[in-house]
């Protein structure tokens, strides 16, 4: 990678002395990190701390209602969270040494889902989606947490078309590459809508698809963390480094992961 050098004065004591200020000569990706309802910007910390290492600015945040602001928890609306994700994006493409043409975002669950809607508001060129979400535009304003789950878990096992969702919409749009990770037994977020988002990326450059084998929706076990990890290190680091070499992204392909049983999944 080729770099630029600036020349620094530093003031110490009632001195100064020089210095040279060694930088990428152009701007590096960014990494936004949307986490998933009930959950919290701790857990991609270490997923972030990883492609940061790649050369890339990551951000990580709590959406409202989580964290310190739960009392926040039970009247939180979709729209307050997509407000939260665009603000979080907008932080992110302000930072100096970020390129704002090469962005990507990554969610689970919840996170996932609006982190497709984002893509329709704001420049994207990457999206990493584990196990995302599903929900009927027409109650887009009542506060998540009084969803009727009975009637979500319904609509979640149908087909849905990208012209009657606003996530998949936003997906059918999408022009950029694209990775998928589904859990095998998954009764949160199930197979047909995995299968609707992926019918939905017909204008993606690239779709990559991974299962991870035996993994509930939460994984709850470690070994299916270190899967994800792993398997979005890897995507990322081909997309960064296809980037920077002015590359083309891998072809779309399917790969299921081995992993052992799973345990109850944690709510969407």
């Known amino acids: 990678m080729t770099t630029r050098e600036e020349m620094v004065d530093i003031a110490v004591d009632d001195q100064h002395i020089a210095g040279t200020v060694v930088s990428p000569a152009s701007a590096v990706p960014g990494f936004l990190f949307v986490h998933g309802w009930s959950g919290n910007q701790q857990q991609y910390l270490a997923r972030a701390r990883e492609i940061a290492a790649l050369g890339c600015v990551c951000l990580t945040f709590d959406l409202r209602g989580h964290a310190r602001t739960d009392a926040q928890f039970e009247t939180v609306t979709r729209e307050d969270n997509l407000r939260d994700v665009?603000?979080?994006?907008?932080?992110?493409?302000?930072?100096?040494?970020v390129d704002p043409a090469a962005i990507a975002v990554v969610g689970s669950s919840y996170g996932g889902y609006l982190a497709t809607i984002l893509s329709s508001l704001r420049p994207v060129r990457w999206l990493a989606l584990r196990v995302p979400a599903l929900y009927k535009d027409e109650d887009w304003g009542v506060p998540k947490r009084r969803l009727d789950r009975d009637e979500l878990a319904t609509y979640r096992r149908g087909v849905v078309r990208a012209a009657e969702n606003r996530a998949l919409k936003a997906c059918a749009a999408f022009e950029g590459d694209v990775l998928i990770v589904e859990?095998?037994?998954?009764?949160?977020?199930?197979?047909?809508?995995?299968?609707?988002?992926?019918?939905?990326?017909?204008?993606?450059?690239?779709?990559?698809?991974?299962?991870?084998?035996?993994?509930?929706?939460?994984?709850?076990?470690?070994?299916?963390?270190?899967?994800?990890?792993?398997?979005?290190?890897t995507w990322a680091a081909e997309m960064v480094l296809g980037a920077r070499e002015g590359g083309t992204a891998p072809a779309a392909h399917t790969h299921r992961q081995p992993m052992p049983q799973r345990q109850p999944p944690s709510e969407a």
Request: no cysteine; net charge negative; glycine share 4%.
């Open 86 to 97: 665009i603000a979080a994006y907008d932080v992110l493409a302000s930072q100096r040494n």
């Open 183 to 233: 859990s095998e037994h998954d009764d949160i977020v199930p197979h047909p809508v995995i299968t609707n988002y992926r019918k939905a990326f017909e204008k993606a450059h690239s779709l990559t698809y991974r299962v991870i084998e035996g993994a509930d929706h939460g994984l709850s076990e470690e070994p299916w963390q270190q899967a994800y990890t792993s398997l979005l290190v």
